[in-house]
């Protein structure tokens, strides 16, 4: 059952499943909720596992933007509140990886295990984003929409994937299509962020886990974030994607369950 959670006239639809210690998850660009499906039932059997959708996509209002890591991180808070959580495990992913990073920083006493999903430090010292996602974001302008859709799937996953997991992706994304205006507020949101002279005030346990294979997000800006978070680890998933929690969701959700255990 979808509730509504609500930071300055901006509403932000939010569920919940399972039972155990909060674990607020945070989804990337153009995902809503429904883009933990893989891992959602076994981060379930020991959580209480707390998803919503960031401003712009799914239920939640699409204001005008451009967003800020920082606005989302207060939706994120607002979710919290809403749910009646003082404090919550958290995992974000990409473009929620970010927002992690600013709930983390900016509300250290919300955030006790910190998960950071194939997701970077923004700004300059970043490694850049790999040259297939460049030149597939200047192909898009270009292609049917659909086409470009299905080739945004395919970019994050894998290189060769499993047809039918890109078909299930795809379907999904076509059955949930993020409003423009809002998918343009979270790439703000993105392109502007810049955590790294902020990495170093984190103060929860931190857990970073990427893709070796990512072709959206550089796998090598996880040891940069690990060298900067204090008491931060990393653990890389061996020919995975961007998207590695639907392709080895089974690893994903055991890794993230040894951590906050």
Not at 37 to 62: K, T
């Amino acid at each position: 059952m979808t509730s509504f959670a609500e930071n300055g006239g901006v509403r932000i639809a939010w569920d919940e499943q399972g039972e155990g210690s909060p674990l607020l998850l945070i989804h990337g660009l153009g995902y809503g909720r429904w883009g933990w499906q893989p891992v959602l039932e076994p981060l379930a059997e020991r959580h209480r596992v707390l998803r919503f959708d960031n401003r712009g996509i799914g239920e939640s209002d699409a204001p005008p933007g451009p967003y800020s890591a920082r606005t989302m991180a207060e939706d994120a808070a607002s979710v919290l509140d809403a749910a009646g959580v003082d404090r919550a495990h958290v995992v974000g992913t990409s473009l929620g990886g970010m927002v992690a990073q600013a709930l983390a920083s900016d509300f250290p006493e919300r955030v006790d295990r910190l998960v950071l999903a194939c997701t970077t430090p923004g700004g300059e010292h970043a490694v850049p984003f790999p040259e297939s996602t460049v030149r597939l974001l200047q192909q898009a302008q270009t292609l049917e929409p659909l086409v470009a859709l299905r080739r945004f799937v395919e970019n994050a996953l894998a290189p060769d994937p499993p047809e039918a997991l890109v078909e299930e992706i795809f379907a999904l994304r076509v059955q949930n299509p993020p409003d423009p205006a809002g998918w343009q507020g979270q790439a703000a949101a993105a392109a502007a962020f810049d955590g790294w002279e902020r990495l170093p005030e984190i103060q929860a346990p931190t857990l970073i886990l990427h893709g070796d294979l990512d072709r959206v997000v550089d796998p090598g800006n996880a040891p940069l974030l690990a060298e900067r978070i204090p008491d931060a680890r990393v653990e890389m998933f061996p020919g995975c994607g961007h998207l590695f929690f639907w392709e080895q969701p089974a690893r994903v959700a055991a890794a993230v369950g040894e951590f906050l255990a």
